[in-house]
């Protein structure tokens, strides 16, 4: 136990839980060492002693002696863990995963990034199933990503005004990253693009712009969630929708979780009232063909408890009729005979 804690605390160290031997756990360290080695970082995101996946990427991939002798000539390995079990980690570390997993905002477990040794991610995966030697592959595939975007940042920087701005958005598309990790994560790029054009043509500024203010929502929306404060939680829905400056997009979103709320309440009706003026919002946007999605959803679920509800109301019945029914005597009962007394008296 005690090595095991200490091993936890060497933050730098090869860990013994989730990643095995070659990984680290410092990231900062990870970054200097794949700056000396000259080498990008490859980092798993993990739930250690929850997430099936990320077990099983474990199981299957990461343990293997074919996928360490694959990548160790172009990753530094960098394991992030989330366990439930939070003794499994030091406090350094589960502050240091705290602040990161802010700055890389994830969307799920196992999410593995393929960054350079600035951190900058130039590449994003998680489970495939086929075991060590094609995931070396595909990871061999992934880090000619970087090089693309190497080449097509060079070739924006040297382009005029307008032109330099849809260079660098073209090459942050091919990126394929979710857009709040490009906005957190590329923020010198976003700077010259908004630079380059300052009408905002490209209309990347007002995108950013909402995915910012989105990061930032969910940010503040995940820690009242993370504290299991439902209350507060809805007090900051309610506060966002009533903020008059909030763009439709958004708007939507924010419906659409205070929608879950409601839902996980088992309150259908309430849900599918809050996801119907969602939808009035922008009827036509992408956004609300996922909250008519979700709709249907809460439609499916409402019918499922009532058919559910109808059933143990019938099964109810059913043993109460026959509780009922066990109480009373199968006929009439039997009459007891006379007493002999009695009934020679009763002959004449």
């Known amino acids: ?16 839980f989730a990643g095995g031997e070659g990984w680290m756990r410092n990231f900062e360290g990870a970054r200097k060492k794949a700056a000396e080695e000259k080498k990008d970082l490859l980092v798993d995101f993990t739930g250690s002693d929850w997430c099936v996946w990320c077990i099983k990427l474990n199981k ?8 360490k002798d694959g990548v160790k ?4 390995l ?3 863990d989330y366990p439930n079990d939070k003794s499994k980690i030091s406090e350094e570390e589960k502050k240091q995963n705290e602040e990161l997993i802010k700055t890389y905002p994830i969307k799920g477990y196992p999410t593995i990034l393929l960054c350079d040794p600035e951190g900058k991610p130039f590449a994003s995966t998680g489970y495939r199933p086929d075991g060590p030697v094609p995931y070396v592959k595909h990871l061999g595939e992934l880090k000619a990503k970087r090089v693309a975007r190497d080449e097509a940042f060079a070739k924006a920087e040297a382009a005029p005004g307008v032109e330099k701005a849809k260079g660098y958005v073209a090459a942050l598309k ?20 908004k630079e380059a054009d300052p009408k905002d043509e490209t209309g990347f500024a007002k ?30 829905l309610d506060a966002t929708l009533a903020d008059k400056e909030l763009g439709p997009d958004m708007k939507q ?8 709320m409601y839902l996980r309440k088992k309150d259908f009706t309430t849900a599918a009232k809050i996801l119907e003026d969602g939808i009035a919002v922008a009827p036509d946007s992408e956004v609300s063909k996922e909250l008519k999605r979700f709709l249907e959803m809460v439609g499916k679920m409402e019918q499922k408890e009532k058919e559910k509800a109808a059933t143990a109301g019938a099964e109810g019945a059913g043993s109460a009729k ?16 006379p007493a002999k007394a009695e009934a020679d008296a009763a002959k004449p």
């Open 253 to 260: 979103h924010v419906h659409g979780h205070k929608a879950a």
């Open 174 to 193: 091919a990126l394929e990253l979710e857009d709040g990790m490009m906005i957190s994560t590329y923020p010198e790029v976003i700077a010259k693009i």
């Open 207 to 236: 995108k950013a712009t909402d995915l910012a203010r989105m990061t930032k929502f969910m940010q503040e929306f995940g820690a009242f969630q993370q504290k299991q404060d439902l209350d507060g939680a809805m007090a900051f």
């Open 1 to 16: 136990m005690i090595l095991k804690m200490l091993c936890i605390a060497a933050l730098g160290v090869s860990s013994v």
């Open 78 to 80: 960098v394991e992030l």
């Open 73 to 76: 000539n172009g990753f530094v």
């Open 322 to 337: 026959k509780e009922e029914k066990d109480a009373k005597p199968a006929g009439d009962a039997p009459k007891p005979e």
């Open 60 to 67: 299957e991939v990461f343990d293997h002696a074919e996928f």
